[in-house]
């Protein structure tokens, strides 16, 4: 219903100035004629009343997109019968009538397109046969005139709308790809974009012998904090040290959560001995946290460090050593930061 309401509202103000000006396109093809007074009345009623009814119509039906799309080909029912109550003179005629094929085209495609001439003929006809048939082939003056809003205005106007629809549908393209690309509890880059962010640095450090280093990071003994204190808790601490990486680490450096309760950050441009110092700062700030729900919890973290290497092989290989110095930490009693040297040059 949402949608279906959405594309009502978006229909809603071109409808009122398409109709609006169309009056006057309209009036001018029909004075000329000296029409029954009830002829004006309907022109009246379908100029300025049917914008208003139809918006109603679709915001209180059930299906509102299809109620909206009968109100379409309500429009072109009413764009063919005035083309022939006019006599089709050219000039009005194919003007109310194109505006209304772009506006079936614009909102239902080809098919839809199809549908709405379908419907324009039939005004055609209900015209001639309540009217009689007649054709007008020279368009006066004023009648030119009067169609000249209706070729200009309309088209700004149904163009605004378009562009307007193209920007929101790349605003929600933008959230959707940010969502797609980013842990839902941490708020970090999740494992896959982060991975394509480590291949970047990689060939990045590669290409222009640039410094880098990864970091793997683990909260020591999570297992036990979920098991004592219950999931709530240990969703708190992996959302307090995503705060922490957040706040503590340089514009330039890619946070991202690894899986579970490993965290994973590219440093770009940094030697072993910065990278260790700014690991070393994060886990001192993430150890003096404190926590509403188990105030005598105090985690800590233990952090492998690995500077880029031009004798890694690839990205993976870099990861690895960040790995082993994670490891290594693990081993070593937890709580600290162990960074590894880049490997030896094979002989």
């Keep these: 219903m949402g949608k279906g309401l959405s594309f009502a509202k978006r229909i809603y103000w071109p409808r009122i100035i398409g109709l609006g000006i169309g009056f006057f396109c309209v009036a001018a093809g029909l004075q000329p004629l000296q029409p029954a007074g009830w002829l004006w009345l309907l022109l009246v ?7 208003h009814l139809a918006y109603q119509l679709a915001r ?37 009538l194109s ?16 549908m709405g001439l379908l419907a324009q003929l039939a005004g055609v ?24 809003p209706m070729l200009v205005i309309y088209p700004l106007a149904v163009g605004w709308v378009s562009f307007s629809l193209a920007r929101r549908l790349a605003e929600h393209k933008q959230v959707l ?23 970047s640095e990689f060939q990045k450090c590669r290409q222009q012998q640039a410094r880098a280093s990864v970091v793997l990071i683990d909260i020591d003994c999570f297992k036990d904090i979920n ?44 030697t072993q001995g910065l990278a260790v110092e ?12 404190r926590y509403d729900l188990a105030p005598e919890l105090t985690a800590s973290l233990s ?7 031009p004798y890694q092989i690839d990205a993976c290989a870099w990861l690895n050593e960040a790995d082993r110095a994670l490891y290594q930490a693990k081993s070593q009693g937890r709580d600290r930061v162990v960074a590894l040297s880049p490997a030896p040059q094979p002989q």
Excluded at 71 to 94: E, R, T
Excluded at 244 to 262: A, F, K, M, N, Q
Excluded at 278 to 289: C, G, P, V
Excluded at 303 to 309: F, N, R, T
Aim: neutral net charge; glycine residues 10%; charged residues 15%.
């Design 45 to 51: 009623a379908n100029g300025f009343l049917w914008p």
């Design 60 to 96: 209180l039906a059930k299906a509102p997109y299809q109620a909206e799309r009968r109100n379409l080909l309500l429009d072109s029912l009413f764009g063919g019968f005035w083309a022939g109550a006019m006599q089709l003179n050219p000039l009005p005629s194919v003007t109310i």
């Design 99 to 114: 505006m209304m094929a772009m506006d079936n085209i614009a909102g239902g495609g080809l098919r839809f397109f199809f």
């Design 125 to 148: 006809l209900l015209a001639m046969l309540l009217l009689g048939f007649a054709f007008t082939p020279l368009t006066t003056p004023l009648q030119v005139y009067a169609c000249l």
């Design 177 to 199: 790809r940010a969502v797609s690309r980013t842990d839902s509890l941490s708020g970090l880059l999740n494992h896959g974009s982060w991975m394509d962010q480590l291949e």
């Design 227 to 270: 098991d004592r204190f219950g999931h709530v808790l240990g969703d708190m601490v992996i959302t307090e040290l995503s705060k922490v990486l957040t706040h503590s680490l340089r514009d330039s450096d890619i946070p991202g959560r690894y899986g579970g309760d490993e965290f994973c950050v590219i440093l770009p441009g940094t």
């Design 278 to 289: 700014i690991m070393r700062r994060l886990r001192e700030n993430f150890a003096r946290l």
């Design 303 to 309: 952090i492998g460090v690995a500077c880029y290497s």
